[in-house]
Nanobody
């Protein structure tokens, strides 16, 4: 059974930092691209960032470029999202997802396994 478990969410002041981590089990990790998405209250889930199977290519949504950094450790089966310069508009539940192939992709339907999410709240 494939499981994705996120951790690292919490409450932080505007301008602060958090590091999210997602641990994957039940699946060969170093084959698939991984992504992070988020869903704010009353809004649809949106793409945040993604990384290829070997970590050599990453993509970001425009609103987080220069502030967030995605990385992965294939030996530990983890993918992290370092979030710096947090803003109140970053407040959301953050989800990690495992893709159907090795590329990084911004579309939800590319990902076939999802975590339960972790809450990030940024106060002004």
């Amino acid at each position: 059974q494939v499981q994705l478990v996120e951790s690292g969410g919490g409450l932080v002041h505007s301008g602060g930092s958090l590091r999210l981590s997602c641990t994957v089990s039940g699946r060969t990790f170093n084959v698939y691209g991984m992504g992070w998405f988020r869903q704010a209250p009353g809004k649809e889930r949106e793409f945040v960032s993604a990384i290829t199977w070997n970590g050599d290519s990453t993509i970001y949504t425009d609103s987080v470029k220069g502030r967030f950094t995605i990385s992965r450790d294939n030996s530990k089966h983890t993918v992290d999202l370092q979030m710096d310069g947090l803003k109140p508009e970053d407040t959301a539940v953050y989800y990690c997802a495992s893709g159907r192939a090795g590329r990084a992709d911004m579309y939800e339907n590319y990902y076939n396994f999802w975590g339960q999410g972790t809450q990030v709240t940024v106060s002004s």
